[in-house]
C-alpha cells in the first residue's frame, strides 16, 4: 500500500472554533493486550522456554524391594518474535502551520494515534494471528492447541454457517502461562524525529518530520492448559455464547491451573446476556455480563464475526 500521509484537508482538526476533545470513529482499543503480563525475551529476537511434557514415574515399594528410577521430561518452546512497525512522518510545511502548538504538538499527535493503532494491530494478532502471514507470529487461534474440534482444549458450539464463526478464548495471564514476549532491553525503539527527504508518488521531493517506531513482540502461549477456546460460535439459533458453554470449558482445566481472564467479542458478550435473561426466574432483563465464576470477562473488537469454522 501506498504512504497515506496528513494533507491540508486534515487541517479540519487545526480550526480555533473547534472543541479541544478528540473524538473518534474508530474501534481501535487494546483491553487484552492492556492485561497481557510482558517477558522479556530470553535471547533477543527468538525467545525460549521449557515445558514439562513428563512427569516421572515413581510408586510405593515393599521393604527391601527396589524400583526404576525415572525422570521427568522437558521441551523447549521456541517463540520468534515480530517487528511491529508504527513510525510516521509529516510534512514539515505542514506541521510548522499547526495552529495548536505547532510542529511538536503535530507529531506527537500523530505519534499517540500511531501507538493506540500499533496496540491494536498487536492486539489482533495475539487473538486472531490476522498480520501478514510471513511477518506476523502465531497467535490464539493458530495454536497447534487450538485449531481442531479434537483438540483438548477446544469446545465447539455447533455453529454451522461458514465464515461466520466467532470465539471466545478463556486464558491463565501468567509470567510462565500466557504472556506477551518483548527484547527486554528495547520494548519500544522510538527513534529521534528528524528532517528527511521524502518523495511523493511522481517521485518529486519534500521535506518531512520522520520519527522511526518499532517494537519487537511475540507470543509466549504457555502450556497446554493454559488456554481453553470456544470454538464455532454463529448467530445460528441456539449456537450462541451461554454460561454452558463456558462451564464446560472451564472444566477442561486441572484444578490447579484455572484461567483468570474470558475474552470475547461483542456479539458473543451480546449472546451470554441474551441466555441469561431467557432462564431468568423473574423475566427481568439480565444485566450485561461482566464476569462467569469471578473470571472476568474482557470484550475486544479483535475478535471477529467472520472465521472459518474449525473442523
Not at 16 to 42: H, I, K
Not at 102 to 117: C, F, S, V
Not at 123 to 129: L, M, R, W
Request: proline share 4%; glycine share 10%; charged share 20%.
Amino acid at each position: 500500500m501506498a504512504d497515506d500521509l496528513l494533507t491540508v484537508a486534515d487541517f479540519v482538526g487545526d480550526a480555533l472554533d473547534l472543541s479541544d476533545a478528540e473524538v473518534t470513529d474508530l474501534s481501535n482499543a487494546a483491553p487484552f493486550f492492556a492485561r497481557l503480563p510482558m517477558v522479556g525475551s530470553s535471547n533477543g529476537t527468538t525467545h525460549k522456554y521449557v515445558k514439562e511434557t513428563g512427569a516421572p514415574v515413581v510408586g510405593f515399594r515393599a521393604i527391601n524391594a527396589g524400583r526404576d528410577l525415572d525422570s521427568s521430561e522437558d521441551t523447549v518452546v521456541s517463540v520468534d518474535l515480530k517487528v511491529l512497525d508504527f513510525s510516521w512522518a509529516v510534512d514539515m510545511a505542514l506541521a510548522k502551520a499547526w495552529r495548536k502548538g505547532g510542529a511538536e504538538a503535530l507529531i506527537a499527535r500523530e505519534g499517540l494515534r500511531h501507538l493506540r493503532a500499533a496496540m491494536y494491530e498487536a492486539e489482533k494478532q495475539y487473538i486472531n494471528s490476522t498480520g501478514n502471514a510471513a511477518a506476523g507470529f502465531a497467535g490464539l487461534a493458530t495454536a497447534a492447541t487450538l485449531n481442531q474440534l479434537a483438540d483438548a482444549m477446544v469446545v465447539g458450539a455447533g455453529g454451522t454457517t461458514a465464515n461466520t464463526g466467532s470465539s471466545v478464548y478463556l486464558v491463565t495471564l501468567r509470567d510462565d502461562a500466557v504472556a506477551g514476549v518483548m527484547i527486554e532491553d528495547a520494548p519500544l525503539d522510538l527513534g529521534e524525529t528528524v528532517v528527511q527527504d521524502f518523495t511523493d508518488g511522481s517521485g518529486l521531493h519534500y521535506p518531512a518530520y520522520y520519527t522511526p517506531a518499532t517494537s519487537w513482540i511475540g507470543m509466549q502461549i504457555g502450556g497446554a492448559y493454559d488456554v481453553c477456546r470456544i470454538a464455532n460460535l454463529t448467530a445460528d439459533s441456539g449456537k450462541g455464547l451461554t454460561d454452558a458453554l463456558i462451564y464446560e470449558a472451564l472444566s477442561r482445566f486441572p484444578g490447579a491451573r484455572m484461567p483468570n481472564l474470558i475474552v470475547m467479542g461483542r456479539r458473543s458478550l451480546k449472546q451470554l446476556r441474551a441466555s441469561r435473561t431467557a432462564t431468568n426466574a423473574t423475566g427481568v432483563p439480565a444485566p450485561m455480563p461482566t464476569e462467569v465464576d469471578g473470571i472476568p470477562i474482557v470484550k475486544t473488537e479483535a475478535v471477529t464475526e467472520t472465521e472459518a469454522l474449525l473442523t
